[in-house]
T-cell receptor, first 113, second 111 residues
Framework: NAGVTQTPKFQVLKTGQSMTLQCAQD?????MYWYRQDPGMGLRLIYY???????DKGEVPNGYNVSRLNKREFSLRLESAAPSQTSVYFC????????????FGPGTRLLVL | RKEVEQDPGPFNVPEGATVAFNCTYS??????FFWYRQDCRKEPKLLMS???SGNEDGRFTAQLNRASQYISLLIRDSKLSDSATYLC????????????FGAGTTVTVRA
């Protein structure tokens, strides 16, 4: 039981390049989330998926797109990376309903030059 | 104004000491409260929920003050392994169970 996994762990991009961050969970959770964490800012929600087949914008969605591929997988895509997107990205999942606890993946460290 | 605010610290304390810190939240409709722990360059993990009457989990005590809109965390008999960043987290059910995070309070326990 791996919990929440993310790939890649590290990535360096040039401005304007695109990439997809992958996230998968094996806990049969309904809800999944993408956050970014910047120094002094706390974690900020980019997008979330309350259930398979639905996605919604969070606090900072600009420059990102997401796909809830199936119940297990929730990917985050940067179409044209910018230096302001340099950050640590965390994926999380939650069982759903009234279950509040979110479980986080190990994070992806992204540097955009 | 940020929805959740924390004193960033750092709080540097010797082993065995007691350390306490607060977190304030701005949304009076907030309904669930948590402390998460984040070790350096790792993912956040749930430390404990915060209940209205206050609650303990071993050496950790969490309190909620709804009137003044803050929660607190107290660590007794600090261990070296308690060194981490502690994230205050708030949920408003009207907000689709989305978590609102504070920026974290860093605690360093020294030998």
């Amino acid at each position: 039981n791996a919990g929440v996994t993310q790939t890649p762990k590290f990535q360096v991009l040039k401005t304007g390049q695109s990439m997809t961050l992958q996230c998968a969970q094996d806990m049969n959770h309904n809800s999944m989330y993408w956050y970014r964490q910047d120094p002094g800012m706390g974690l900020r929600l980019i997008y979330y998926s309350a259930s398979e087949g639905t996605t919604d914008k969070g606090e900072v969605p600009n420059g990102y797109n997401v796909s809830r591929l199936n119940k297990r997988e929730f990917s985050l895509r940067l179409e044209s990376a910018a230096p302001s997107q340099t950050s640590v990205y965390f994926c999380a999942s939650r069982e759903g309903g009234t279950k509040e606890t979110q479980y986080f993946g190990p994070g992806t460290r992204l540097l955009v030059l | 104004r940020k929805e959740v605010e924390q004193d960033p610290g750092p709080f540097n304390v010797p082993e065995g000491a007691t350390v306490a810190f607060n977190c304030t939240y701005s949304n009076s409709a907030s309904q669930s409260f948590f402390w998460y722990r984040q070790d350096c360059r790792k993912e956040p993990k749930l430390l404990m929920s915060v209940y209205s009457s206050g609650n303990e989990d071993g050496r950790f005590t969490a309190q909620l003050n709804r009137a003044s809109q803050y929660i607190s965390l107290l660590i007794r008999d600090s261990k070296l392994s308690d060194s981490a960043t502690y994230l205050c987290v708030v949920i408003s059910f009207s907000n689709d169970y989305k978590l609102s995070f504070g920026a974290g309070t860093t605690v360093t326990v020294r030998a």
